[in-house]
């Protein structure tokens, strides 16, 4: 099979700035390392760094930082969303990130087709607290959502013990059932990216 090249974005939505330390840095090196022996380049954001305006524009103006997270975006064949577990729910910069991605729903390519059709999304939810399924769910119905395609089995996660206060990063190694997920998440990421591009999505409807 001939190689095309392919490109990953992982976003660490992570409520820590730079350089604290933070779970999901921790399981998206993961996940880009295992990219990388696939032969897929990329790069992490952590998002809290950026000054993300809140809105559904692709631009809200006045030192607004998401079109050019935004360019990153549409530039990457691979988009991962890592975020951790609040209350039960996805992180408040995860939930922003989603509604930034709100207005692509409107733009269209030359065919016709949402600009993201061609793109894959997957998911990494962290934290000792329960609600990985629930984000999950959400992650990927909103994703889905704005044109993204996820793959089978296109979520990892991991959950500390309940009511401990034991984080991902502290744990001695990576648990093999995490292992094995992250494995899954990035051959099938990688695998449908590559029958995205070799087979688009059809042409948008004319009327």
Known sequence: ???????????????????????????AEQ??????????????VRVVDLDIAPGVESDMGDGDEWPSLRARVLDADILVICTPTWLGHMSSVAQRVLERLDAEL??????GRPILFGHVATTAVLGNEDGAHKITADLHQALNDVGFTVP?????????????????????????????AN?????????????????PYPAGPTA
Request: proline share 3%; charged share 25%; with cysteine.
């Open 31 to 44: 996940l880009r390392e295992a990219f990388a022996a696939s032969g897929v380049d990329g790069e992490i």
């Open 183 to 199: 494995g899954t998440l990035v051959a099938n990421a990688v695998h449908l990216a590559r029958v995205l591009r070799e087979h």
């Open 152 to 180: 089978a089995q296109g979520g990892t996660y991991w959950n500390g013990e309940a009511m401990m206060t034991t984080d991902y990063k502290d744990l001695p190694e990576t648990p093999e059932a995490v292992r094995h």
């Open 1 to 27: 099979m001939h190689t095309i090249d392919q490109t990953v974005l992982l976003l660490n939505c992570t409520l820590k700035r730079s350089p604290e330390e933070s779970s999901c840095q921790l399981m």
């Open 106 to 111: 409107s733009v269209t390519d030359d065919e």
